[in-house]
């Protein structure tokens, strides 16, 4: 089955320096390194692939909700707007990949697929994920981001990163 069985492992350069970001992307990587697996050991039960996928995009949805609300403590809407646009673009083909198979998934489908959501999860931690944690991080001193509502300034982060 010609897929790309290159195990990911959760190097330094895949840290954002937020533990708890940083742990549910480990998480993924040991999803998608259990996909691989499957695939690789070509089993032949596409439900126990299928299921894979299924907690592959269910714990990934779960993870964005988590990421972009630390993130809109930190950073301007249009800074979180772009990063969101980049979760939804893997919103949107999970999405599609569920109603175009309609529960029933085929092998090369799936084969598409899971190289897809591996590409784009590595590409976005590292070029994405990373340097945005890293930017707010830096931002000195540590303040709370306030947001002027109705003339009145409200404080919509503590200063607390953790
Ligand atoms: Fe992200």
Same mark, same amino acid.
């Given at each position: 089955? %010609?897929? !790309?069985?290159?195990?990911?492992?959760?190097g330094?350069e895949?840290?954002?320096?937020?533990?708890?970001?940083?742990? =549910?992307? =480990?998480?993924?990587? !040991?999803?998608?390194?259990?996909?691989?697996?499957?695939?690789?050991?070509?089993?032949?039960?596409? $439900?126990?692939?299928? $299921?894979?996928?299924?907690?592959?995009?269910?714990?990934?949805?779960?993870?964005?909700?988590?990421?972009?609300?630390?993130?809109?403590?930190w950073? &301007?809407?249009?800074?979180?707007?772009?990063? *969101?646009? @980049?979760?939804? @673009?893997?919103?949107?083909?999970?999405?599609?990949?569920?109603?175009?198979?309609?529960?029933?998934?085929?092998?090369?489908?799936?084969?598409?697929? $899971?190289?897809?959501?591996?590409?784009?999860? *590595?590409?976005?931690?590292?070029?994405?994920? *990373? %340097?945005?944690?890293? $930017?707010? @991080?830096? =931002?000195?001193? *540590?303040? %709370?981001? =306030?947001?002027?509502?109705?003339?009145?300034?409200?404080?919509?982060?503590?200063?607390?990163? &953790?």
């Amino acid at each position: 089955m %010609p897929i !790309d069985s290159s195990r990911l492992v959760f190097g330094p350069e895949f840290r954002t320096g937020v533990d708890i970001i940083d742990a =549910q992307h =480990q998480v993924l990587f !040991d999803i998608i390194n259990r996909i691989d697996y499957l695939l690789l050991v070509n089993v032949a039960d596409m $439900q126990v692939i299928n $299921q894979a996928i299924e907690d592959l995009v269910n714990y990934a949805l779960y993870h964005f909700s988590i990421e972009e609300r630390r993130v809109s403590l930190w950073v &301007d809407r249009a800074q979180l707007g772009d990063h *969101v646009l @980049e979760h939804n @673009e893997f919103r949107r083909r999970t999405n599609d990949f569920r109603s175009a198979t309609n529960g029933r998934k085929l092998s090369a489908e799936v084969l598409e697929l $899971q190289t897809y959501l591996k590409h784009w999860l *590595v590409d976005h931690i590292l070029h994405k994920d *990373v %340097p945005l944690f890293r $930017q707010i @991080e830096q =931002q000195s001193p *540590v303040a %709370p981001r =306030q947001h002027v509502i109705n003339g009145k300034t409200e404080v919509v982060s503590t200063g607390e990163k &953790d």
